[in-house]
T-cell receptor, first 113, second 112 residues
Framework: KAGVTQTPRYLIKTRGQQVTLSCSPI?????VSWYQQTPGQGLQFLFE???????NKGNFPGRFSGRQFSNSRSEMNVSTLELGDSALYLC????????????FGPGTRLTVL | GENVEQHPSTLSVQEGDSAVIKCTYSDSASNYFPWYKQELGKGPQLIIDIRSNVGEKKDQRIAVTLNKTAKHFSLHITETQPEDSAVYFCAATHPTGNQFYFGTGTSLTVIP
């Protein structure tokens, strides 16, 4: 079975721009979670989607949004980028969330200049 | 919400020695505790997990122990090898949470 894939792997943007990151979960997995990883803050939960519905959201501003499609693929969008948004964005998938095994993709490294 | 604390933040051991990483959690409803290994430039990889109805689980050189009363769980790596060098994260979640809470990570260095 193929693992979780994320595209693109690297992105460079400038302040004020917006960005869309994509995640394809493991086949059969319906839950997709997104995390932001920075050296100072560790792994911070952004949001979790299941069957196209956002079930849980972390403590991030409204500039961070996401969605999930009927095939379970997910995208996250960050608008009006700030320097502090530079981070590794990780996507993880699980069968159904709620305490099941969660598998991570390789991440998208976003640099905001 | 849940709060997971992880110690130590860095750990250096000689090849062949054992390494132990400890985590505590605050929410007694948490019932699933995975451990992840993250190598440079890669996403976290699930290496072992334990549920609250089990006190210990072992997989070759790695083991995890859980003390529900004290609300702490530990990762044990025996006979460490240089390829064990990585950052290790613990996490906790509960059945209705739809969210994992992660520790702050332990950077393990195995010295050949």
């Amino acid at each position: 079975k193929a693992g979780v894939t994320q595209t693109p792997r690297y992105l460079i943007k400038t302040r004020g721009q917006q960005v869309t990151l994509s995640c394809s979960p493991i086949s059969g997995h319906r839950s997709v979670s997104w995390y932001q990883q920075t050296p100072g803050q560790g792994l911070q939960f952004l949001f979790e989607y299941f069957s196209e519905t956002q079930r849980n959201k972390g403590n991030f501003p409204g500039r961070f949004s996401g969605r999930q499609f009927s095939n379970s693929r997910s995208e996250m969008n960050v608008s009006t980028l700030e320097l502090g948004d530079s981070a590794l964005y990780l996507c993880a998938s699980s069968l159904a969330g709620t305490g099941g095994k969660e598998f991570f993709g390789p991440g998208t490294r976003l640099t905001v200049l | 919400g849940e709060n997971v604390e992880q110690h130590p933040s860095t750990l250096s051991v000689q090849e062949g020695d054992s390494a132990v990483i400890k985590c505590t959690y605050s929410d007694s409803a948490s019932n699933y505790f995975p451990w992840y290994k993250q190598e440079l430039g890669k996403g976290p990889q699930l290496i072992i997990d334990i549920r609250s109805n089990v006190g210990e689980k072992k997989d070759q050189r790695i083991a995890v122990t859980l003390n529900k009363t004290a609300k702490h769980f530990s990762l044990h790596i025996t006979e460490t090898q240089p390829e064990d060098s990585a950052v290790y994260f613990c996490a906790a979640t509960h059945p209705t949470g739809n969210q994992f809470y992660f520790g702050t990570g332990t950077s393990l260095t195995v010295i050949p």
